[in-house]
């Protein structure tokens, strides 16, 4: 991020096919505490859908 600090992150969100909660809530807590970190260094965090099974 130093050497390129116009950039933008990408993570991805996880579509189970089956749902388990416990896996989705943490998997979920953690993608919105990395975007909440990344958005008050002033950075942008594109979150992407992927579907699996």
Request: a positive charge.
């Amino acid at each position: 991020m130093e050497e390129f600090p116009d950039n933008v992150c990408f993570a991805s969100k996880l579509l189970f096919k089956w749902t388990s909660v416990l896996p989705a809530w943490l998997h979920d807590l953690t993608l919105g505490l990395l975007q909440k970190r990344l958005q008050s260094q002033g950075k942008l965090l594109v979150l992407l859908p992927l579907k699996i099974g």
